[in-house]
C-alpha cells in the first residue's frame, strides 16, 4: 500500500497550489473538522497513472447548506443534485471545456436504497454529513472505483479490496454481483468499458451475472447506452470490447444485425464471415486512433451483406450492399442515441465505403466525380475506412500502392471545380437569366453543368456556362437529371470485381 500512497500523496502535493485546487485548503480552514475524500475513478487513476479528468470528493462532518453557501462564494454551484447532498462545482475563472474538462463533484456521504428495476436513477438517496465513508463507498458499483483518499490523513480506505484487483487487473462487482447489476443495468456496459479501457479481466462471478441479465439492456434509457458504448468504441480495444457483447448476449440486444452477421460467409476475396470482418475492421480504426465516426462506419460498412447476399461459397456476391447497408446503419445509429451529425456522416461513409480506384480505368474526370460523390474535405475519412476495411480482411498491407496513387490524384484534383458551389455561374444569376423561379430545376441545371465541368474543368468558363445553360434549359426534368454526375457507369463499375480491388 506504501507505493500507492505515495502516488496519491505526490498527487496531494502537484495539486496542492493549482487554483482550480485551492478550494481544499480554504475547506479545511474554514471548517477544521472537516473530513475530505477524493473518490472514485481518480482514486484510481492516480494509482493506475492514467491521466484523469473526473474528480469526485467526498465532504464529511459538514452540513450541506454550509457546504453549499462555502463553494458559492468560490464559484459556480450547480444544484440539481442539492437534495441529496450532491453539487458541481467550477471554480471562478475556469469554464467546462474551455480550462476545466469536468465540473467537480462535491458531495456528503450518502447511501443509496435502489428501487431494484434497474432503471440508472431508481434509487432513494439518503446524505448524512456524518455517515463513515465505508458506508458511502459500500453503494459503487465495482471494488476498483471503490477507493478514496482522505486528504487530511493522506490515507487510503480500501474496504472492498481494490487495490488487490487493480493489482490482479480485475474488474468485479462489490459484494453480490447480482443486486449490483440489478441496482442499475447499466453497470453491465460499464464493466466493458472499464475492461476496454484498462485492459482488465471481468471477474467470472461479475461476468456470469451480467450474461443472467443481459436482455435488461433495453430497459436503460438510449442516452446512457450511448455514453458507455461510445467509450467502449473509443478505446483502443474497441474489438475485444464488441465481442465481449457478443458473448455476453449484449450485441444481440443492441446491435442484433452485427450480431447475426456472425456464420454469414463471403466470396474467394474473403477469409472471414461478415462479423470477423467488422469487428477486425474496427478494431484496426482503434489501434490507429481513428475518429468516432470512422470506427462506427468500420464496424457497420458491411452491415447490409446479409440481406444482399446470393448465392454461396466462392462466387457469392453482395451488390448494392452499400446502398442497402447505408440504410440499415441509420436505423442502428438512431437506436443507439447518436447525434444527427455523427449519424449522417457515419451512414455517408458506408453509402460509398465502395468506392472505385482501378486507376487504369478511371480518368482524372472519374476522380473528380467520386470526390464530388464524397467530398473534398472527407478523403481522409474515406482512406482511412478503406484501410480498416482491408486489415479487417486479413490484407497485409494497409495502403498499398493503388490506394496511395488514388490519394496522390484526390489531392491533385481538389482544387478544380468538383460540387455545385464551385461553377462559375451562382444560382441566383442562374434563375435571374434563365427567369425560373427557386425550386428543384435550378439544382438539376446546375449539376448538368458541374457534369460537363468535372470532365473538362476549363468549361468552368462564366461565359461558357451562360450559354450552356440556355441550351439545357430547354431540356425537361427528365433528360436533365440524365446529365447529373452520377453517371451510370462508375455506379456500375463500382459494383464489377470491386471486393478485389480493396
Sequence with gaps: MEKNEQKL???????????????????????????????????????????????????KCVLAKELEDFFSK??????????????????????????????FDIALPRTEVAGMSGGYKDFEVQSDANLNIEADLSRR???????AWNLKEQKIVDEFSGLQDLENKIIKAIGDPAQRFQEDYTRMLRAIRFSCQLNFTIEAKTFAEIKTKAKKIKTIAPERINE??????????????IRMMQEIGLLTELIPELASSSGVTQNRHHIYDVYEHSVRALGAGAQRDYKLEVRLAAMLHDIGKPQTKEGEGEESTFYNHDIVGAKIAKKILKRLSYSNDVIDYTVHLVRYHMFYYALDIVSDSGVRRLLSRIGKDNIDDFINLRICDRLGM??????????????RRFKEVQLDPITPKMIALKGDELMQLLKITPGPRVGLILNALLGEILEDPKKNDHDY??????????????????????????????????????
Excluded: C
Design 9 to 59: 500523496i505526490n498527487w496531494q502535493k502537484q495539486i496542492k497550489d493549482l487554483p482550480e485546487f485551492v478550494f481544499i485548503a480554504k475547506l479545511f480552514e474554514q471548517f477544521p473538522q472537516s473530513e475530505v475524500y477524493l473518490v472514485g475513478g481518480a482514486v484510481r487513476d492516480i494509482i493506475l497513472e492514467r491521466q484523469t479528468k473526473d474528480y469526485d470528493f467526498v465532504v
Design 74 to 103: 468560490l464559484g459556480e454551484v450547480n444544484l440539481v443534485g442539492k437534495s441529496f447532498g450532491v453539487f458541481k462545482f467550477v471554480p471562478t475563472g475556469f469554464h467546462i471545456g474551455d480550462n476545466l474538462t469536468e465540473a
Design 141 to 147: 458499483d465495482f471494488t476498483i472505483n471503490a477507493l
Design 228 to 241: 458507455e458504448f461510445t467509450k467502449v468504441i473509443m478505446s483502443t480495444r474497441a474489438e475485444e470490447g
Design 394 to 407: 486479413g490484407r497485409p498491407k494497409a495502403k498499398p500502392w493503388k490506394l496511395m496513387e488514388l490519394e
Design 465 to 502: 456556362l451562360v450559354t450552356r445553360a440556355q441550351e439545357i434549359n430547354k431540356l425537361s426534368d427528365a433528360e436533365l437529371k440524365q446529365l447529373n454526375p452520377d453517371v451510370k457507369f462508375y455506379e456500375e463499375e463500382r459494383k464489377r470485381e470491386l471486393h478485389q480491388e480493396k
